[in-house]
């Protein structure tokens, strides 16, 4: 599976994405390229943004230099890939999308915008002919899409077979059930006078899945009242 970033800050990368489970992975299970934006400037000085048409502040990239950048991001892949553009103004990732892009085996493009944001018209360029997504990473900005593209690359492995070999435990995990995971607990038994949960020690398999089962309910209608509203309506 190849990834391709396209960025004007091609530093940040790999960065995170080389370290753990998914650094172990890069050049066996997927590949990583970065596409310098800068590098498809067409003047000396390299500019990849402009001021707004009808004002306002900060700069917008420039729809020539993007298009081109993304055309090479396309050149290497022979199928279609998932295209994602990070906006703030996108759909909100969530783990039913990252398992949706995985099953893409070309891979996918990833754009991240910086500065106000992109021209409009390479945004639909690539929307009405590659279907390119717009996606978020949740209701807050940040100061470009390089941090948001990391997430949504790291949460895509974790359903491409390869590098979690334990399908099982994305399975059981936040989110997949709509509920929030159970706590867990290792050695030792006892730390800093807290105990481990007796009824994990009891050997029990129907206790403990039941007891996973009660913790998961609780924690979500404590904190995730949104998500434990959908639990209860997918059960009716
Ligand atoms: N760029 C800036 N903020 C973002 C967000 N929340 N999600 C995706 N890309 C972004």
């Not at 800093?192 to 009660?214: C, F, M, Q, R, T």
Request: aromatic letters at 10%; proline letters at 6%.
């Amino acid at each position: 599976m190849l990834i391709t970033v396209v960025t004007i800050f091609p530093e940040m990368f790999p960065g995170p994405l080389s370290h753990s489970l998914i650094g172990k992975g890069i050049g066996r299970i997927w590949n990583l390229k970065i596409v310098d934006i800068r590098n498809f400037a067409e003047d000396k000085r390299n500019t990849v943004d402009d001021t707004p048409y009808g004002g306002g502040p900060g700069m917008v990239m420039k729809p020539d230099v993007v298009h081109e950048a993304m055309n090479h991001a396309l050149s290497f892949y022979k199928n279609k890939p998932e295209i994602v553009f990070m906006t703030p103004r996108g759909g909100v990732f969530s783990n039913k999308m990252a398992k949706d892009f995985s099953k893409n085996h070309e891979g996918m493009i990833i754009l991240c915008g910086r500065y106000e944001g992109v021209d409009q018209r390479v945004i639909d360029y690539w929307k009405k002919k590659y279907e390119m997504k717009e996606v978020s990473i949740g209701d807050y900005v940040l100061f470009g899409g390089e941090i948001p593209a990391m997430v949504v690359v790291d949460t895509c492995l974790r359903f491409s077979s390869g590098i979690m070999n334990n399908i099982e435990s994305t399975v059981e995990e936040s989110f997949s059930i709509d509920l929030l995971e159970y706590p867990q607990y290792t050695k030792p038994m006892t730390w800093n006078g807290y105990d481990v949960p007796s009824v994990l020690l009891s050997g029990n398999h129907g206790k403990i899945a039941s007891w996973k089962l009660e913790q998961s309910k609780q924690v979500t209608r404590d904190v995730r009242p949104d998500l434990w509203a959908r639990f209860k309506n997918n059960r009716e």
